[in-house]
């Protein structure tokens, strides 16, 4: 809902312009019902255990999606996105598949281990991304050329 919130600015600025709902939604690792009305800070012990686990296949409960299923939606849109033959397209999303998108084009690994998992999680605390923020990437002969996060609320491009 927050990125369909977010992209209304472009839509409505853009009225012309296809619009496609795409599978980017945010990496669930927690079962989000035993979560709802909890605070960040509530579920910081069990997410600490999530990752310290560095279990790729495991799903934590009804709603949960595992480290596995997360990359196969990543690499579907990596997929979509190389295929496209509309020149831009503007993807709405969160920041860990943001970074999970970056992450998989920039490693030259592409596994889907337990330190795969290890190394994404260490990728995704260290990228700075404010909400609203946005990243430019032009696909070139299939290499990506990735721009810096600009964190001005996605002024420049509207």
Do not use: C
């Amino acid at each position: 809902m927050r990125a369909r919130q977010t992209a209304a600015a472009a839509i409505a600025r853009f009225p012309g312009v296809p619009v496609e709902e795409w599978p980017v939604q945010e990496f669930t690792f927690l079962a989000g019902p035993a979560y709802v009305g909890s605070t960040l800070a509530e579920r910081r012990p069990a997410e600490a255990d999530y990752w310290s686990k560095s279990d790729p296949r495991e799903i934590a409960g009804d709603g949960a999606e595992s480290f596995v299923a997360f990359l196969d939606r990543v690499s579907d849109v990596r997929e979509r996105l190389h295929r496209s033959a509309t020149d831009p397209v503007v993807v709405f999303s969160h920041k860990k598949f943001i970074d999970a998108l970056l992450w998989t084009w920039l490693s030259v690994r592409q596994s889907r281990s337990g330190r795969a998992m290890g190394r994404f999680r260490s990728f995704d605390l260290g990228m700075k991304f404010p909400n609203a923020a946005f990243v430019r990437v032009r696909l070139e002969g299939g290499r990506p050329w990735i721009g810096p996060v600009h964190a001005d609320h996605l002024a420049g491009l509207l």
